[in-house]
């Protein structure tokens, strides 16, 4: 990318379970860069992270309070999600297929100052772009391919 010009950022914090602090710190990087694509590379847990960090980087405004309402119907819910893919598209290229985070609505991400996790869902959540390569998953355990 480099190469071509394009200018990047990569946030590599998203450990298993994704947490508020890092999706929060992950949303900063994205309101001072201001990307126009971001890219979520990896499993379950950094796509569940990329969403969230896409919604307060869409939003700033947006209080994850409002967006952790109780896993309902999502054609039932009160709450609406902010429009999204106005300041970026959000791409999602996995690399372990288990969850399916990179084509469904949903996101899970725990809060530490509680340890409660929150199922997010609205179909907003839901990538521009899912890319499966299955070059990303052939040095990887096979138990992992397997399972994961």
């Known amino acids: 990318l480099k190469a071509a010009g ?33 890219i979520a590379l990896g499993g379950g847990s950094p796509m569940d992270a990329a969403k969230i960090m896409w919604v307060m980087y869409e939003h700033p405004e947006t209080h994850f309070e409002e967006l952790a309402l109780r896993f309902m119907d ?7 999600f902010p429009k999204m893919g106005v300041k970026a598209k959000m791409i999602a290229v996995t690399t372990t297929s288990g969850t399916g ?20 869902a609205d179909y907003a959540l839901t990538p521009d772009m899912a890319i499966v390569d299955a070059n990303l998953v052939m040095d990887m355990p096979k138990s992992l391919c397997a399972f994961g």
């Open 6 to 38: 394009v200018e990047t950022e990569v946030f590599f914090e998203v450990e298993a379970d994704p947490t508020l602090s890092v999706v929060r710190k992950g949303a900063e990087l994205a309101n001072s860069f201001k990307p126009d694509v971001i």
């Open 74 to 80: 999502i054609r039932k819910r009160i709450y609406k």
């Open 101 to 120: 985070s990179e084509v469904t609505p949903f996101a899970v991400v725990t809060d530490d100052a509680t340890g409660q996790k929150y199922p997010l």
